[in-house]
């Protein structure tokens, strides 16, 4: 059965700094793998997805993603962090339904 | 476009008390869920469709019912609401399928999200 794994509830960067935020999957077949944010009292955005191809992926407001077929992770970064990007992350691995991992709250401060 | 509109935002309900949450998209998408979020626990899919008459069971199907008659809407119905169905409700959609290479692919199609209903069980 396909599952997602994000181990870090909490993650928290200085501003300017580079940020990461971990995620790890399992699936039968090919993955393929999403990062969503989700800001306060709104649904979820789509912030970019791994189908195939490189294996860095760039996806909005700066954010990449890095696939790691042999560690089966799929782990979100940003060189530069702003406060604007404190909220939550959820990374999604889709085989036939789409599962979501519990999501990681992303702090960056001051 | 609207987009994916989820009515209401906020509800009260007793316990047994009945209730259906509307979603409504106005993108011509074939694919449409229902996910709730939950303190420590993520998204959770409850229902999803295919297509207009067509419905299938999530992770936590229970206690919930869907239909789907038209394209647009996909409402979610509470028939008899328990304190355990307090949540946040998403509703979402994805694009219809795209064809590459002559083979129907929608795996991917990101989803697109709801504002939520924040529902309350007393």
Redesign the interface.
Known sequence: AQSVA?PE?QVNVAEGNPLTVKCTYSVSGNP?L?W?VQYP??????LL?Y?TGDNLVKGSYGFEAEFNKSQTSFHLKKPSALVSDSALY?CAV?DD???????TRLHILP | NAG?TQTPKFQVLKTGQSMTLQCAQDMNHEYM?W?RQDP??????IH?SVGAGITDQ??VPNGYNVSRSTTEDFPLRLLSAAPSQTSVY?C?SRPPATSEHGVRVT??S???????TRLTVT
Do not use: C, T, W
Not at chain 1, 41 to 46: D, E, K, V, Y
Not at chain 1, 97 to 103: D, H, P, Q, T
Not at chain 2, 40 to 45: A, N, S, V
């Open positions: 994000q509830d393929y999403f969503y009292n709104r649904g979820l955005q789509f997805k189908i959820f889709r339904k789409i599962i979501f991992g519990k999501g | 994916v869920s996910y420590g626990m993520g998204l959770r899919l999803y999530g992770e998403f979402a795996a991917n990101p989803l697109h999200f709801g504002n939520g």
